[in-house]
């Protein structure tokens, strides 16, 4: 029997018997290529109830997560999804969220939420802007079309459309939006000037525009108002992905066009430099003070759409803070209210017991990696296979960082769409790195090993790395510079021989749920040097054809097994990188916070709009 | 004499200024380094950076950017900071007050302090109060400031809750009306003494911790001073006149002995005004030196560049200050 149909077989077999969750079934069923319907008949047969699917989502089921939370109230937050089990050979279920949270409390209307931040946020244009900070500033100012909804990576709720979906082949789709959209600056958010807005971020040509740009050819055209309520976008092809890709926190933000029509000049026709110190959307929240290298402070906008019915803070602060010490003294004392992966894992442990605080750790889609040269002396599959055997994954994800890294298979993690579980997964094993480096080095061979000075963490997983690769004979040069040196090197043009042979401390996660799109930045040929991440200079030919096949859109089925093949190159077979864990993001935030959702595709992220305190 | 040493040291400050553009111009364009590449991120495309680098105009030879950069110093014209994106010069005039106001009190702290301290261990060598004046100079020279503003920090924010943490003022007041764009003059001008108070709290901490690196030079060198003037013979003389030694000590001996010091302090205040770095950072205030250690970090060529300058031009004038005033101070000296 053909090895899909015997794991089809071992699918249903094991579903049968409740050895697996829906999204297990969903999962799998995905990665073999089954159709929605067979994967329901299983799902109905097995108890598990219809898959969600609808007309606008893939998977349909939410992330899961373990449940538990550590010690302390005993209660779960509501924050905390429930778990799943794992299958044998497989990673282990990625811990959920993990909280501390306590419940109950009575709302307060009213407020302030005080977030810190590690660093300035220089850019305040949310269609040039490209990092998780700023994106966590829009949150509060600008909205996009639809939003990921709760935890779910693969699930969407409304944000300025009410409804959406696709045309019957794919290659159309059309939002209608709310009623009563209002900018900051009191003009109407209509279709027509959605439609502006995406022209804006598509001809302006900076940071995110690729997030839409990808799937629209021409933005004169190929987006459309035909009513003040409706927006069409017409697709290259037809690509599910695109869902995903409006849902994104990079760029498809909704500026107002009257905003930009008043600041343009004939130099800065996109007005780019008044955005970058000024906002105007749709959010929650407007821009009250705005000094990026401080603080920003936003207050509530009377004009929200959505009203203030409810429980909702009058302010959000974010406040700049450098220094990890006080950040740690700012939110131990309550003079802040949250914030998210800015002090050390260590502080992290600690702080959990703390009750005047909850700690949130959750999934995210971010991999961490370490980037091998395949470009100079590591060249050999087999040499990289080695220094993926010789890493010491247990020492790094609980000695260093106590738990917020999981384990993983790959580049993808179980929140990504494209993800498959069977993917095999490294295991430190010293002797088979020996046997597999020793076949191209001699013991005594130095390697080197570049990392961003500043961070502890990382410089203690080149240490341990250090210790292992010299207990099989060879040696490792740790050599730490400024990270802007660092990311000068990684993405400049000077060739792989003048580059470390490993790149220490990498990771990325994909601007929307889309395996392609962690993929290709960091391991498509052509996105070597100044092109792009693959800071490793990685290339191997089956791959760039699979992300080539990817990129137009293809089925689910074909883009499941396609990623399937990616992943068991990049581990298996032609390693580019010795994949170490999958971040758990943490928030700590004052434990009389509630409303916080997490998502791990927003990370950083916070709604602030369903966030409030208790008393 | 003194127009003529004016005219001489105005003309050296020039050349001073070019010399020090060049050579920081060249340093900072050597270390390979794409800011371009950090404005957009490492998620933007290659074609982005490519726009960026353009708009910024990062892309023509460096002998260009320089000359470019040189015309627009003459209307104080510095160009946009690649870290924070906006012209350098709002930036100076957002910062430098901030480190300059935080640098004056702290160097008043250390002169209140330190000159009395200094004078009476002088006074009264080998005593209780001359061991004491040491222990509080060596402390200042040995415990690194970074220590000492956590520490300040962690017992009288974190634990006692006597001060804040940081920052100029609390986040939702807003500053006074801009005249010496000083918080605490401003405020006293604008008799605003609610806001004086509040911007004085916020100030006590990052002074202390950065006046008390500061007090041991001072009080040495007043007591140094002090101990050989008091041993000349005019001050013997002084004294068997009948001049009361309240009178020989203040009017005769202490004015010879702070001419060294007047040269310390003059040094003093332009390694104030460069901006202590990390005493910026740990309390989070917002002045040249955290601005300039970002520019660093972000191969901001425009904002490092422009705090070279001024810090060049700032040791420059407080030199000239320090010979100035030893004219005031000693009669017997002369430039000629």
Not at chain 2, 35 to 57: E, N, W
Request: aromatic fraction near 12%; charged fraction near 15%.
């Amino acid at each position: 029997m053909p090895d899909n149909d015997m794991r089809a077989v071992r699918l249903i077999a094991d579903a049968m018997s409740h050895r697996l969750t829906r999204r297990d079934i969903i999962t799998r069923g995905l990665a073999l290529g089954l159709s929605f319907s067979t994967i329901g008949w299983v799902l109905a047969a097995c108890g598990k109830g219809s898959s969600s699917s609808t007309a606008t989502s893939q998977s349909g089921s939410s992330t899961s997560a373990a449940s538990g939370s550590t010690a302390g109230s005993g209660s779960s937050s509501s924050s905390s999804t429930t778990t799943a089990a794992s299958a044998s050979g497989s990673p282990a279920a990625f811990s959920g969220a993990v909280s501390n949270a306590p419940t109950g409390g009575t709302p307060v209307n009213g407020g302030t939420f005080t977030i810190v931040f590690p660093g300035a946020t220089a850019d305040l244009d949310p269609q040039s802007a490209y990092d998780n900070q700023a994106s966590c500033v829009f949150f509060g100012v600008y909205e996009m079309l639809i939003m990921l909804k709760g935890n779910s990576t693969f699930e969407y709720q409304p944000m300025l459309a009410k409804e959406w979906g696709p045309s019957s082949d794919g290659t159309e789709w059309t939002f209608t939006l709310f009623d009563n959209i209002k900018f900051h600056d009191g003009t109407v958010c209509d279709a027509a000037a959605v439609v502006k807005s995406f022209q804006r971020m598509l001809k302006m040509g900076l940071g995110p525009h690729d997030v839409i740009g990808r799937f629209v050819e021409n933005p004169d055209t190929d987006i459309t108002a035909p009513d003040a309520k409706t927006v069409k976008f017409k697709l290259k092809t037809a690509n599910p992905i695109f869902e995903a890709a409006v849902a994104s926190e990079y760029g498809p933000f909704i500026v107002s066009p009257d905003a930009v029509d008043k600041h343009k000049t004939d130099q800065d026709p996109w007005a780019h430099q008044w955005f970058v110190q000024n906002m105007v959307g749709t959010g929650p929240y407007i821009a009250d003070q705005v000094n990026p290298q401080e603080q920003i402070v936003l207050k509530q906008f009377k004009d929200y759409y959505r009203g203030w019915d409810g429980n909702h803070f009058d302010q959000i602060i974010f406040r700049v803070v450098e220094d990890t010490a006080t950040r740690q003294q700012l939110i131990v004392g309550g003079s802040v209210d949250a914030l998210t992966n800015a002090l050390t894992p260590k502080a992290v442990d600690e702080l959990k017991q703390n009750k005047a605080l909850q700690v949130i750790a959750y999934p995210s889609t971010n991999v961490n990696w370490s980037t091998l040269n395949a470009g100079d002396r590591l060249k050999d599959p087999d040499v990289r296979k080695g220094f993926c055997y010789a890493f010491p994954y247990d020492d790094v994800r609980n000695g260093v960082y106590k738990g917020l890294v999981t384990e993983t298979n790959g580049p993808l993690t179980p929140t990504t769409r494209g993800y498959d579980k069977n993917v095999f997964i490294y295991k430190t094993d010293l002797d088979k790195a020996k046997q597999l480096i020793s076949k191209q080095f001699k013991p005594g061979e130095k390697f080197s090993w570049m990392l961003a000075s500043g961070d502890d963490g990382t410089k203690s997983v080149a240490t341990l790395m250090q210790a292992n690769l010299q207990q099989i004979g060879f040696d490792l040069d740790i050599r730490e510079v400024e990270r802007s040196a660092e990311t000068n090197l990684a993405y400049g043009d000077s060739p792989p021989a003048q580059r470390p042979d490993i790149f220490g401390d990498w990771g990325w996660w994909p601007d929307y749920n889309d395996g392609y799109n962690e993929i290709y930045p960091n391991f498509y040929s052509k996105s070597a040097g100044s092109a792009g991440s693959n800071v490793g200079y990685y290339n191997n030919p089956r791959l760039d054809q699979i992300l080539e096949t990817v990129a137009p859109g293809v089925s689910d089925a074909d883009y499941n097994k396609l990623l399937a093949e990616a992943q068991n190159i990049m581990t298996e077979l032609d390693p580019p990188a010795i994949f170490w864990g999958t971040i758990q993001w943490y928030t700590i935030m004052n434990a009389k916070v509630r409303g916080f959702e997490w998502n791990p595709i927003y990370l950083n992220s916070y709604y602030f709009y369903n966030m409030y305190k208790v008393k | 004499m003194l127009a003529q040493l004016l005219v001489k040291r105005l003309i050296s400050v020039i050349f001073v200024l070019i010399g020090l553009s060049i050579i920081t111009f060249t340093l900072s364009h050597i270390v390979p380094a794409d800011p371009a590449r950090l404005i957009a991120g490492p998620r933007a495309s290659a074609d982005t950076v490519k726009l960026i680098r353009h708009q910024y105009g990062l892309d023509q030879p460096v002998y260009v950017q320089y000359v470019k950069y040189m015309k627009g110093i003459f209307t104080l014209d510095f160009g946009t900071s690649l870290s924070t994106l906006r012209p350098v010069r709002t930036d100076l005039g957002r910062y430098f007050p901030a480190t300059a106001e935080l640098s004056l009190t702290a160097l008043l702290f250390s002169l209140v302090v330190g000159i009395p301290l200094g004078i009476v261990s002088a006074l009264k060598p080998n005593t209780i109060i001359d061991y004491f004046g040491r222990v509080i100079s060596v402390s200042g020279l040995a415990i690194p400031v970074f220590w000492l503003a956590l520490m300040c920090q962690f017992l009288f924010f974190a634990k006692l809750g006597w001060l804040p943490d940081g920052q100029r003022l609390p986040i939702n007041t807003a500053p006074p009306r801009s005249i010496t764009h000083l918080y605490t003059i401003d405020a006293l001008i604008t008799g605003n003494l609610p806001l004086f108070w509040t911007a004085l709290e916020h100030l006590v901490m990052p002074a202390f911790v950065l006046g008390f690196g500061v007090l041991p030079v001072i009080t040495r060198m007043v007591r140094a001073g002090m101990l050989e003037t008091l041993g000349l013979d005019y001050i013997r003389t002084a004294r068997s006149k009948g001049l009361s030694e309240r009178a020989t000590v203040m009017r005769h001996a202490l004015r010879n002995a702070l001419l060294p010091t007047v040269t310390v302090i003059g040094m003093q205040i332009g390694v104030l005004l460069s901006g202590d770095i990390l005493v910026e950072i740990i309390f989070s205030w917002p002045g040249i030196g955290r601005y300039a250690i970002t520019g660093v970090t972000q191969f901001d060529y425009n904002a490092i560049m422009a705090v070279t300058l001024i810090i060049g031009f700032i040791y420059v004038f407080m030199n000239l200050l320090v010979d100035i005033s030893y004219l005031i101070l000693d009669p017997r000296i002369s430039y000629s």
